[in-house]
């Protein structure tokens, strides 16, 4: 075995897994499974198969999921520059899966960087509905705003702030949260052997804690009749069935969904007391005696699906009409033992800064109250507000300049006028997704799609905005292969000879202009073409190296 476990941990797993522990111990000498998903906002994964590079094999608990061989390089392909897939651990497909998004919804990534299941929400959505992507570290939102706008999203906010900052901002909008939580990261020992060293530093009582606060805000941005899933990557179940128990009896307006999917375990209610495990000494209490099952909750084994570690809890919000009244209050068995409380007992009271206090019966009543188009007077007046801004503040002349140049833009070098709201920051130029809550107050790393800036009172449009746009969609067009050394040189940034017979035009343009750079097809980036020669406008941070 190249990893050396701590100590501590392995008489945890033992006392855990009892007869199992040999195998999850043997498999640790076991390959990495390795994975790619594809962005079916590009390509759909038929399609993609039939142009793999690389040979793949389905994930059995995720439908756009695949795994490749180890030795190949899928980063270093043009198609990866392309956006065409995402690279991502087989076990954390699962998560998203779970959420069983809709066209339309209303999707909040709480803890996104660096942003694989932000694009798999967003694959989903298929450009309906809004995903807002959060994290509250500055330097892994660099890589979720990268990695948003590879994959093409038109419909995405991303934002840099502590979930409970956001609570008043997008309190009960949400249809669907992820929250891929902070954890131990135990399940990840195989793939990153440096997190085994550093597993004792990342204390499972400081993780819980975090975890908890989250869960907590989270419930508090979700609508009526919404899903949380929540997910770890680690084994702990303080940090897994605990926690999930925890949550129900502090908010019995939520339940547990029971789920299936292809390859999983249940989770273990018998896991979910205080102290789930014990040292060989026996110093430490046990849970709750038996292996009982804990719907609603799964986990995936490395040594029995060919995955890291990974756990999942799918969690409902009940509607009003169907929430417990004083009258109707029971006792809720998820078989570990889950006492919850009537609603007009319940308050949810978070210890976040501000001391958010908020009463959940009161809030329905006042929701009812308020009648159906409540939330959609809100967004008009969200949008209005922001309109008479004209970009924070900025003179209205300048907006509609700006406003002026983009128009100019799209009728010059689009044939199709881009969904949203334009909006205005600084010299830069965001379409943001109609009518989202306002973002006064937040700090904002994407207000919506960012398509370009503003230099001389002339648009040039961004890197983002190629990214999000179909071959079709650009009035000009040059298509290179995925296999030519052209198309690896333009990944590099170098300029191209292309003749003027290779630009593909809608209808009588010229060929002098903003040109699509297509790999196969796909929009990979800007040049600009003049007198047989193709400008490079890749970015140099995203170049092929």
Known sequence: MTIELPEAFIRKM?????????????????????????????????????????ALERVPWCPTGFYYPEGERPGKHPYYHAGLYYIQEPSAMLPVELLEIRPGDR??????????????????LQGT????????????????????????????????????????HFADYFDKILIDAPCSGEGMFRKEPEMAAQWEKHSVERCSALQKDILESAAMMLTEGGRIVYSTCTFSPEENEAMIVSFLKRHPEFRLVPVQAEGCSAGRADWSGPTSWKNDDGREGSGIPGPAPLPGTVRLWPHLVRGEGHFAAVLEKAHAAHAAS???????????????RSADEHTLSVSHAGQIKVNAAAGRLA?????????????????????????????????????????????????????GELVVYGDRLYLTPAYPPALDGLKVSRPGWYVGTIRHNRFIPSHALAMGLKAEEAVRRVNLSSQSMEAVNYLRGDTLPVAEVDILRAGQCPA???CLVCIDGYAAGWGKWQDGILKNEYPPGWRMT
């Open 367 to 419: 929701r009812k109250a308020a009648g159906p188009g409540k939330r959609g007077h809100k967004e008009a007046e969200a949008g209005r507000s922001r309109r008479d801004k004209n970009g924070k503040g900025k003179p209205k002349e300048t907006f509609m300049a700006a406003t002026a140049a983009w128009e100019a833009f799209i009728k010059e070098h689009l044939t199709v006028h881009p969904p």
């Open 14 to 54: 033992k006392s855990l897994l009892k007869d199992e522990f040999q195998d999850f111990y043997s498999s640790y000498n076991d390959p990495r499974h390795y994975g790619v998903r594809i962005n079916t906002l590009k390509v759909a994964a038929q399609q993609f198969a039939t142009i793999s590079p690389f």
């Open 326 to 340: 004083a009258d109707e209050a029971e006792e809720r068995d998820v078989q570990a033992s889950v006492y919850i």
């Open 129 to 168: 509905g809004l995903v807002v992507a959060n994290d509250n570290q500055a330097e892994r939102v660099k890589a979720l705003v990268k990695n948003v706008e590879m994959a093409g999203i038109r419909n995405a906010i991303v934002l840099n702030e502590l979930p409970e900052k956001m609570i008043t």
């Open 512 to 514: 002098k202009g903003w």
């Open 107 to 124: 999707v909040l990534d709480l803890c996104a960087a660096p942003g694989g299941k932000t694009t798999q929400i967003a694959a989903k």
